[in-house]
């Protein structure tokens, strides 16, 4: 069974940066597309960034694109989400979630991912 832990969330101003990290157990996900998602209150879990199983591809959402990047150590099963410049609008729990299926294709809809981790909390105030 895959266990996905992510940490790294906590209250932030706007503005300031954090950094999002994932770690996965009980499978090693070098073979999938990992994503980041989140979900704020009383709205659907939305697309934040994926990346390829090698690292080499990335897709970041365009409400986050050139402030959010995405990364992955394959070797300590670990993927990251680094925030910067981060906006009230951010404020939402954070999930990773890795491809229902081994591949390289990075997808942007919930249901294509799977083992949700409890998530942590991005809170960003103004």
């Known amino acids: 069974q895959v266990q996905l832990v992510e940490s790294g969330g906590g209250l932030v101003q706007a503005g300031g940066s954090l950094r999002l990290s994932c770690a996965a157990s009980g499978r090693t996900l070098s073979r999938y597309v990992m994503g980041w998602f989140r979900q704020a209150p009383g709205k659907e879990r939305e697309f934040v960034a994926g990346?390829?199983?090698?690292?080499?591809?990335?897709l970041h959402a365009d409400s986050v694109k050139g402030r959010f990047t995405i990364s992955r150590d394959n070797a300590k099963n670990t993927v990251s989400l680094q925030m910067k410049s981060l906006k009230p609008e951010d404020t939402a729990v954070y999930y990773c979630?890795?491809?229902?299926?081994?591949?390289?294709?990075?997808?942007?809809?919930?249901?294509?991912?799977?083992?949700w981790g409890q998530g942590t909390q991005v809170t960003v105030s103004s």
């Open positions: 990346i390829s199983p090698s690292g080499a591809v990335t």
């Open positions: 979630a890795p491809r229902r299926t081994i591949g390289m294709v990075i997808k942007t809809t919930r249901d294509e991912y799977d083992y």
